[in-house]
């Protein structure tokens, strides 16, 4: 497919203020694109809008409210005036066994990862219809496969998946395009806070290659800037994940079973896992949450 030059074009990024948000600003705004920057961080946000290439603009909001995501879209139009690319890509997660997780951090996983992504895309649909743009959503290995422990991150990766796939059909006619981005392990707090458990990080390297790597940041967001460049359907930040399509009708069955000898395995040392969100986005959640109850 040919690709659309981002000079001139402007992007919308949420959960911007570290990881794949961040590079991926950086790199947009390197290509020439003028980048908006959105989530629960003002000051990490403010940062990495002055490290960009050209213009920009940062903005604080909760990807879960629909009214501050509307004025978020509003300001936006009145200061660039369009949007033409929004990333949802602003997610937690929280790791454990589903009975002896956190209620509230598995709720919090689905309302961030999913809802949020919804949120985000009723607020800017208006602004990428007049621009005839592109919304990538990003979801994640965990979207094509089950795996023990984690089981509200993949319900909510999955549902983005399909939500996505819905809405791609909705407003196509109307000139805007919708992809879906996955992603596998990779180098970011979140990852690095999930594997902070020991029983989580021996998990995972005990899958099987390629799937039990962590796989460097660069890469992948340069394949994720690039599939942006082409409107793609499908963004695969690292190159086997496109075979994981092909098979992905049997890998709740075999997950079922290898899965089930290893939790056997590890049960024992279940009882002192942390619950909670994982890692430095998953603590800035909590923070302007606890912050948002004070107020």
């Known amino acids: 497919m040919s690709r659309v030059s981002l000079d001139g074009q402007v992007a919308v990024i949420t959960g911007a203020a570290r990881g794949v948000g961040e590079l991926l600003a950086r790199k947009l705004s390197a290509r020439g694109a003028t980048v908006a920057l959105v989530g629960l961080e003002p000051e990490a946000l403010k940062e990495v809008s002055e490290r960009l290439h050209g213009e920009s603009g940062h903005w604080y909001a909760d990807v879960t409210d629909q009214d501050a995501m509307n004025r978020v879209a509003a300001e936006v139009k009145e200061r660039f005036g369009k949007a033409d690319i929004v990333v949802a890509n602003a997610g ?4 454990g066994t589903f009975l002896d997780s956190d ?3 598995w709720r919090r996983v689905i309302e961030v990862n999913l809802i949020g992504s919804a949120v985000t895309a009723r607020a800017f649909l208006p602004v990428l219809i007049e621009s005839r743009g592109y919304l990538l959503q990003i979801a994640s290995l965990a979207a094509l496969t089950p795996a023990p422990m984690m089981s509200a991150y ?5 549902g983005v998946e399909a939500y996505a796939h819905s809405l791609r059909a ?3 006619y109307r000139g805007v395009r919708v992809g879906v981005g996955y992603l596998t392990w990779t180098d970011t707090d979140m990852v690095r806070g999930a594997d902070q458990d020991d029983v989580m990080r021996e998990l995972r390297q005990r899958l099987p290659w390629p799937a039990n790597k962590t796989y460097p940041l660069g890469p992948a967001v340069e394949r994720i800037a690039d599939g942006i460049e082409r409107r793609s359907t499908h963004v695969y930040g690292q190159w086997w ?4 399509q092909g098979v992905r009708g049997y890998l709740p069955g075999v997950i079922g ?3 089930a000898r290893e939790m056997r395995r590890v049960a024992p040392r279940l009882s002192g896992m942390r619950t909670g969100l994982v890692g430095a986005g998953g603590t800035a959640d909590e923070a302007a949450r606890a912050g948002a109850r004070k107020g």
Request: with cysteine.
């Open 103 to 105: 209620p509230d951090a």
């Open 257 to 259: 079973s290898v899965g």
């Open 241 to 244: 994940l496109r075979g994981m």
């Open 170 to 172: 909705e407003v196509g």
């Open 154 to 158: 993949c319900a909510s990766k999955s």
């Open 92 to 95: 937690v997660a929280a790791g």
